[in-house]
């Protein structure tokens, strides 16, 4: 399972994440917040048109780093019988 969230958790989010994830019991969970570059480029306002090309590039520059982690528990095409 994974788990994506545009925004770091704070205490209350995390122990309803917590919560959830036990619900699922041996499941491997992934969770996916914005890094402190991405937080940065969004800026306070995270809608702003202004911070959106910036954003972009390092959500871009964090799915990038994310890919590894990712591949090891969503099973590829060519794993899954035909």
Same mark, same amino acid.
């Given at each position: 399972m994974t788990v994506l969230s545009p925004l770091p958790l704070n205490d209350y989010l995390q122990a309803k994440?917590?919560?959830e994830v036990k619900t699922l019991g041996?499941?491997?969970v992934? +969770? +996916?917040t914005a890094d402190e570059e991405s937080l940065a480029a969004i800026?306070?306002?995270a809608l702003s =048109?202004?911070?959106a090309q910036a954003a972009l590039? =390092?959500?871009m520059a964090q =799915?990038?780093?994310e890919i590894a982690p990712?591949?090891?528990i969503w099973p590829s095409r060519a794993s899954q019988p035909r």
């Open positions: 994440l917590d919560a041996p499941a491997t992934h +969770v +996916v800026g306070p306002d =048109a202004e911070a590039g =390092a959500g =799915a990038r780093r990712l591949r090891a």
